[in-house]
């Protein structure tokens, strides 16, 4: 099994990007987006749970982020808007085969998939 994330780039401030994440395989029971900026730690910014499509979001990015699933391609999506510099950093794609509950959804520690990251760049 192998998740494959893609759609990162380079926007400026203010602007849009969605990123994909694809299964090959199989279906997971949570998806989720996680983040990594030059010096600092994996931080988590989106998940949702596939079966009824429940997400949870770091305060970050509430109202700007939404993640998404579509079930027929086994493929979540995370539409990002009003972007802003400190949202550069590598995003990576991450599922488990649980359905995590939206406390839990945070724990990267859960995950036991991931893609190999996308690079988003917002400057002007």
């Known amino acids: 099994v192998q998740l494959q994330a893609s759609g990162g780039g380079l926007v400026q401030p203010g602007g849009s990007l969605r990123l994909t994440c694809a299964a090959s395989g199989r279906s997971f029971g949570t998806y989720a987006w996680f983040r990594q900026a030059p010096g600092k730690e994996r931080e988590f910014v989106a998940g949702?749970?596939?079966?009824?499509?429940?997400?949870k979001y770091a305060d970050s990015v509430k109202g700007r982020f939404t993640i998404s699933r579509e079930k027929a391609s086994k493929t979540a999506f995370l539409q990002m808007n009003s972007l802003k510099p400190e949202d550069t950093a590598v995003y990576y794609c991450a599922a488990d085969s649980r359905s995590w509950i939206i406390g839990s959804m945070a724990r990267d520690d859960l995950y036991d998939n991931w893609g190999p990251g996308t690079q988003v760049t917002v400057s002007s």
């Open positions: 949702i749970r596939w079966s009824d499509g429940n997400a």
